[in-house]
């Protein structure tokens, strides 16, 4: 069973496409008046504390072809789109790091105007709650879309990208568009964890708690069991990567949610890396090695049992 695709824009358009594109709307967001022809009706994508250092002046229009290379690339997430939603499964577009991230948003918001009509949405976007502005985006895109009456789909991660992201902020002599510590990260996660379940139950919001943090998880389970929200409901879902957070997975199902596995796959030269990054997105979960450990040992045991049982 599938629960969900998974796609990651710069696999559909260039890196440096997505940094022009990028670029100039952060521009806008400095000058309301600048002019984008190319631009379609979207969502919200920056907001007021949104960082804008990435751009320091004014940024040359997108040229021909660069116009050309974004429409292939809304065709293409078009394309995928289209491909889940005649088999009703939902899309998940990843997150990346803060100076491609405004356009990422931007084409992820266009594919959700045109196929989050129905009850529950196609098109997921992905929101890092280790950007300070991470929860003032959210909201502005979620009430964004309560106007325009589509249904709107979030996977809520902590960040991937801390090394990075507070490097090149320093680089440019600007703070860091990151909480400044993990405390307020995962305040942050489980704010923005509360307002979306809020929205499961008011109708016009799914959600996808993609986690390996246990707090979170638990924090997660009590507050939707407070709303009352159904456990089978399939706008609330959790998600762990294959082979972490075992113990989380299994005690999130065991107590009746609905739990998917994500299981990323590719060249080991380029999958290693994706992993790593997870791992530092997520160092608490290595503490809890020992438990996934015990509680796949005892997996395996009830799997072999069943099996020979069914032999007998």
């Not at 967001?29 to 979207?42: A, F, V």
């Not at 929200?229 to 107590?255: C, H, P, T």
């Not at 739990?259 to 030269?269: A, E, H, I, M, T």
Request: proline share 5%.
């Amino acid at each position: 069973q599938v629960s969900f695709a998974c796609v990651k824009i710069t696999a559909i358009c260039p890196i440096t496409l997505l940094e022009r594109v990028s670029d100039l709307l952060r521009w806008e967001q400095k000058k309301k008046t600048t002019d984008l022809p190319w631009k379609s009706h979207s969502l919200p994508i920056l907001s007021p504390s949104s960082p804008l250092y990435h751009t320091p002046s004014s940024p040359p229009p997108l040229s021909e072809t660069e116009e050309q290379d974004l429409r292939l690339a809304e065709e293409r997430l078009t394309t995928l789109s289209q491909r889940c939603s005649d088999f009703n499964v939902p899309l998940l577009i990843d997150a990346e790091y803060t100076s491609v991230q405004p356009a990422i948003d931007y084409l992820t918001y266009s594919a959700m105007l045109r196929f989050n009509h129905n009850d529950r949405p196609i098109v997921y976007g992905t929101i890092q709650a280790y950007l300070r502005d991470a929860k003032e985006r959210l909201m502005l895109a979620v009430e964004a879309a309560e106007k325009e009456r589509i249904s709107i789909g979030f996977k809520l991660v902590r960040g991937a990208y801390l090394t990075k992201e507070t490097e090149l902020a320093s680089s440019l002599g600007a703070a860091s568009p990151i909480h400044s510590s993990i405390e307020k990260t995962h305040a942050c996660y489980n704010d923005c964890t509360s307002f979306m379940l809020g929205k499961v139950v008011s109708g016009s919001g799914s959600v996808v708690l993609a986690t390996h943090n246990f707090n979170s998880g638990k924090f997660a389970a009590a507050k939707a069991e407070e709303l009352g929200i159904d456990k089978g409901d399939q706008k609330l879902q959790f998600a762990q990567l294959k082979g972490m957070a075992e113990a989380l997975s299994i005690g999130l199902s065991n107590a009746g949610f609905q739990v998917s596995k994500y299981l990323p796959f590719g060249p080991v030269d380029q999958v290693i890396p994706y992993l790593l990054r997870r791992a530092e997105e997520n160092r608490g979960f290595l503490s809890a090695s020992t438990l996934d450990r015990q509680l796949m040992r005892k997996e395996i045991k009830r799997r072999i049992k069943t099996m020979l049982s069914g032999r007998g």
